[in-house]
T-cell receptor, first 111, second 115 residues
């Protein structure tokens, strides 16, 4: 069956450290993968998109990698700040259907 | 950037009443909008795809007669939860596809509580 797994429900890290979130998928062949940020009681906000032929994408303190062999994406936040505390969702293109989302990882950055 | 406005932000209603949620694209035309439902600590679950001027496409297990979707213009889609029951209490979020057809822009969500 098809699955998207974000293997940590919650992640706590110290301010200034790099947070690394993982997204694994099975039985999908996505053309691209996206990461969103969701704050409590709010809709998700788009952060980054990475295509199947791209290994890495960066935007300010964010970095995303995409390994289609491992069927995995890693999402990094460097020099993390308390304001980065939120739930981060990965989502992938499943072909003809709309984006499919993982359950998310709730990141807490502790000052 | 593209802005999607969703109202109301929260609503409390009695069991058996109907609730309408509006989703508007403010600075772009959205021929396609999506409605999601999210339970606490769960993933966004797609309920239906709303296409302007045509019937919505519902995901398996979603009752189309209970969750009425209308997409009468390029900037407005509505979701009506008919005869709401406590088990319909959830966070409902709409989204629209931006230019390029890849990124989704989400509304701020509606927390529905049915008593």
């Amino acid at each position: 069956s098809q699955k998207i797994e974000q293997n940590s429900e919650a992640l706590n890290i110290q301010e200034g450290k790099t947070a690394t979130l993982t997204c694994n998928y099975t039985n999908y062949s996505p053309a691209y993968l996206q990461w969103y940020r969701q704050d409590p009681g709010r809709g998700p906000v788009f952060l980054l998109l990475i295509r199947e032929n791209e290994k890495e994408k960066r935007k300010e303190r964010l970095k995303v990698t995409f390994d289609t062999t491992l069927k995995q994406s890693l999402f990094h936040i460097t020099a993390s700040q308390p304001a980065d505390s939120a739930t981060y969702l990965c989502a992938l293109d499943s072909g003809n259907t709309p984006l499919v989302f993982g359950k998310g990882t709730r990141l807490s950055v502790i000052a | 950037g593209a802005v999607v406005s969703q109202h109301p932000s929260w609503v409390i209603c009695k069991s058996g009443t109907s609730v309408k949620i509006e989703c508007r694209s403010l600075d772009f035309q959205a021929t396609t909008m999506f409605w999601y439902r999210q339970f606490p600590k769960q993933s966004l679950m797609l309920m239906a795809t709303s296409n302007e001027g045509s019937k919505a496409t519902y995901e398996q297990g979603v009752e189309k007669d209970k969750f009425l979707i209308n997409h009468a213009s390029l900037t407005l889609s509505t979701l009506t939860v008919t005869s709401a029951h406590p088990e319909d209490s959830s966070f409902y979020i709409c989204s629209a596809i931006g230019q390029g057809g890849e990124k989704l822009f989400f509304g701020s969500g509606t927390q529905l509580s049915v008593l």
